[in-house]
């Protein structure tokens, strides 16, 4: 597992880059939120396992009650322009809104969003 400290305006950020493996449950998240050193991961769209994305399967919802009972945030980078799923990109929006979770295409623009 590669952790790199990043340092921002709003604190430090814990980005993660993986081996090559996702992020498929809950519990491998976990894993993750106890080997970072900052109350804020950063990850690529490409680490999390597609099911995240499939909000019918509640892997995204376990992982974000994980963030929450624990007073972490996240940041997914990727492309999320073109979402085809309403559900999804209703879950973006208000995640955004509320700048713990946030789903952005830099960093840059999600440090702007934190809160």
């Given at each position: 597992?590669?952790?790199?400290?990043?340092?921002?305006?709003?604190?430090?950020?814990?980005?993660?880059?993986?081996?090559?493996?996702?992020?498929?449950?809950?519990?491998?998240?976990?894993?993750?939120?106890?080997?970072?050193?900052?109350?804020?991961?950063?990850?690529?769209?490409?680490a999390l396992h597609a099911d995240f994305f499939a909000l019918r399967t509640g892997l995204a919802g376990e992982i974000l009650l994980k963030l929450s009972n624990y007073r972490m945030r996240l940041i997914v980078l990727g492309d999320y322009e073109n979402i085809e799923s309403r559900s999804l990109r209703d879950f973006i929006y208000e995640s955004n809104r509320t700048g713990n979770v946030l789903f952005t295409k830099t960093i840059e623009d999600a440090v702007r969003l934190l809160r």
């Open positions: 597992m590669h952790l790199e400290t990043i340092h921002t305006a709003k604190g430090d950020l814990s980005y993660y880059r993986p081996d090559g493996d996702v992020i498929a449950t809950p519990a491998e998240f976990l894993d993750l939120m106890a080997n970072c050193s900052t109350d804020t991961i950063v990850l690529d769209k490409a």
